[in-house]
């Protein structure tokens, strides 16, 4: 470990997501339907139904993207936000025992006062790998203040 101090807590609220993967996602996006639509409007062999196809695979793809887009972790004063691909969980600080970012984990995983695992993709190393480790760090000491203020109010 360094003999840097410690990174401020961040103010709440406060939202961790995977910026660089989001911005990848969101320029294939719609590259991919530029594209797709530019093939659609270009061919002049094309019927109208294969053009609207073309268009239409265009707009599924980008749904599927904008879905892959949709992690993030959103901290307030009363609790945490998980927002996964298709799920979205509240949880309470206390609830939160653990927050566990080990090498080679796609992202972080939420170890939680039931004795399960949420994982909390909003936090990923993928292309962004510092900045996942701050944020993880950040998450896990704003839980160990919140969670210890929570314990000791109630």
């Given amino acids: 470990m360094s003999s840097a101090p410690p990174a401020p807590l961040p103010g709440l609220p406060v939202t961790f997501r995977p910026t660089r993967t989001r911005v990848v996602l969101y320029t294939v996006g719609l590259a991919q339907l530029a594209a ?4 659609a409007l270009a061919l002049p062999t094309l019927t109208g139904g294969e053009r609207i196809s ?10 599927v993207l904008l ?3 949709r992690p993030r972790v959103v901290a307030r004063p009363e609790g945490v936000t998980v927002v996964n691909l298709t799920t979205k969980r509240e949880l309470a600080w206390a609830q939160i025992v653990r927050v566990n970012l080990r090498q080679g984990d796609p992202w972080v ?3 939680l006062a039931d004795g399960t695992s949420l994982p ?5 190393p993928g292309i962004a790998r510092e900045q ?4 993880a760090r950040a998450l896990r000491d704003l839980t160990e203040k919140h969670g210890a203020l929570h314990h000791t109010a109630g």
Avoid: E, Y
């Fill in 36 to 39: 797709l639509t530019a093939i």
């Fill in 67 to 69: 879905l892959l887009s």
């Fill in 54 to 63: 073309f268009i239409v695979t265009g707009l599924l793809v980008g749904a």
């Fill in 132 to 135: 996942a480790l701050r944020d």
């Fill in 120 to 124: 909390a993709m909003g936090i990923q």
């Fill in 109 to 111: 995983h939420l170890d």
